[in-house]
């Protein structure tokens, strides 16, 4: 089954012997088709690890407008055409009389593209601004009320699965604010029971990075919506941690991919939680273990590779 989820053909096989230069327009068109199958082969794969598709399920894909939610939609339905199983995606937008939101444009856009789609007015834009006072951020009451009002759609629609556009850059994101702001170790799932335990909802860009879907957005041209319309300020601890993660990711390439495989590999043994890892009842087995810690060593890790770093031994 895996193999039709994800196109065993679009591993991007290593170049031997570099092409001699191709004319731009070539190169142009040859990257965009690696990014398409990169796209179609990461969502495919955390389809099937986190097991977010299965026969039958009928899918509301939130669109905002965004890039990202675009993104998430065109390659879901590329992988249905191809999917070894039958199910359905309903393309849902709520429409929250924002200002200036252009409302023409989303179900323009998606009766083009031939998808079910639904699309929800709900003005919580004036409850926001009646209840919060001016000045102060918004975002926390708008997105409570979003939340509900997509649950009762997902209800109202009959709905299995409640698919939503965060990507890999996000989902490291939210790990460091935990980490710093919330002091936790927790990021964000890609599969999860919601909050009211009346859904599931998956992520299905878990594996993607946001420069991915960026250049995908543009190459598809998508009718993008401004996320600004509200006025509210943007989450000034995202943005510096967005910022931090791209400023490392510059200065040790490489960083950011480590980061992210390391949110598969826990080792709670390791780690301080004595809710996760019964640290009371340690005893000695006997045996050596591969795992196990190498006598009082501390660790040590291979020095990243950067152009102009040289080792210099004592
Ligand atoms: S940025 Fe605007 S639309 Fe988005 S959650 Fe905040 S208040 Fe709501």
């Not at 082969?41 to 890039?67: H, L, T, Y």
């Not at 939609?73 to 009389?97: G, S, T, W, Y």
């Not at 990021?187 to 992520?203: A, E, F, N, T």
């Amino acid at each position: 089954m895996n193999a039709v989820w994800i196109d065993t053909e679009t591993a991007e096989a290593p170049t031997a012997t570099p092409a001699p230069e191709p004319g731009r327009a070539l190169k142009i068109e040859r990257e965009t088709h690696k990014l398409e199958k990169r796209l179609c082969r990461q969502v495919g794969q955390a389809i099937v690890d986190f097991n977010m598709i299965e026969a039958g399920d009928r899918v509301m894909v939130c669109v905002s407008g965004g890039k990202d939610s675009y993104g998430m939609l065109d390659i879901l339905l590329k992988l249905k055409a191809r999917a070894p199983i039958d199910f359905e995606l309903i393309a849902v937008n709520l429409d929250q009389k924002q200002p200036g939101f252009p409302d023409h444009i989303l179900p323009a856009y998606l009766k083009q593209l031939g998808v079910p789609f639904h699309i929800e007015t709900q003005d919580t834009y004036s409850i926001v601004k009646k209840v919060i006072p001016e000045g102060k951020t918004m975002c926390s009451l708008c997105s409570r009320l979003r939340r509900g009002i997509l649950y009762r759609v997902a209800d109202e629609l009959k709905v299995t699965k409640i698919a939503l556009g965060h990507h890999r850059d996000d989902m490291l994101q939210t790990f460091f604010l935990n980490m710093f702001f919330g002091g936790k170790l927790k990021g964000m799932p890609p599969k999860l029971v919601s909050d009211d335990g009346g859904h599931i909802v998956i992520r299905p860009l878990a594996n993607v990075a946001e420069k991915d879907l960026t250049r995908w957005a543009a190459h598809r041209q998508f009718p993008i919506i401004p996320c600004t319309l509200c006025g509210s300020q943007e989450n000034l601890q995202r943005k510096q941690i967005g910022n931090m993660l791209r400023d490392w990711e510059k200065q040790y390439p490489g960083r950011i991919e480590s980061m992210f495989t390391a949110l598969h590999n826990v080792v709670p043994s390791h780690l301080m939680d004595h809710s996760r890892h019964n640290f009371k009842d340690i005893k000695t087995t006997g045996l050596p273990s591969d795992d196990g810690d190498k006598g009082f060593d501390i660790e040590s890790f291979a020095l990243p590779t950067l152009p102009g770093l040289q080792l210099v031994s004592a």
